[in-house]
């Protein structure tokens, strides 16, 4: 059964850091782009992070780059996504998705069920 599962999510300061992680089962992360999506109260959901599966570029949104790192080891089957400096607008549910590329989130056939981030004093 093919599987994707975040944690690391919950309640952080303006400032703080959090690292997400997504672990992977029933398939090889070895030829799948893996993205980090996320999806605040009221709003669409909004890509953050890509990496790709052949060439190791990593891709970030204007509104996280600089602060947000993501990384892999397809070995352990897991992504993460380290967030740093982390401000309420980042509050959102997050969630790793599986695809073909780095694209759209139309590209991404599995998701996991999403882990709550929440930036707040």
């Known amino acids: 059964q093919l599987q994707l599962v975040e944690s690391g999510g919950g309640l952080v300061q303006p400032g703080g850091s959090l690292r997400l992680t997504c672990a992977a089962s029933?398939?090889?992360?070895?030829?799948?782009?893996i993205g980090w999506f996320r999806q605040a109260p009221g709003k669409e959901r909004e890509g953050v992070s890509c990496?790709?599966?052949?060439?190791?570029?990593?891709y970030y949104a204007d509104s996280v780059k600089g602060r947000f790192t993501i990384s892999r080891d397809n070995a352990k089957s897991t992504v993460w996504l380290q967030m740093n400096s982390l401000k309420p607008e980042d509050t959102a549910v997050y969630y790793c998705?599986?695809?073909?590329?780095?694209?759209?989130?139309?590209?991404?056939?599995?998701w996991g069920q999403g882990t709550l981030v929440t930036v707040s004093e």
């Open positions: 990496s790709s599966s052949d060439d190791g570029i990593t």
């Open positions: 998705a599986a695809g073909s590329r780095c694209a759209t989130s139309s590209q991404f056939e599995y």
């Open positions: 029933g398939f090889s992360l070895d030829y799948y782009a």
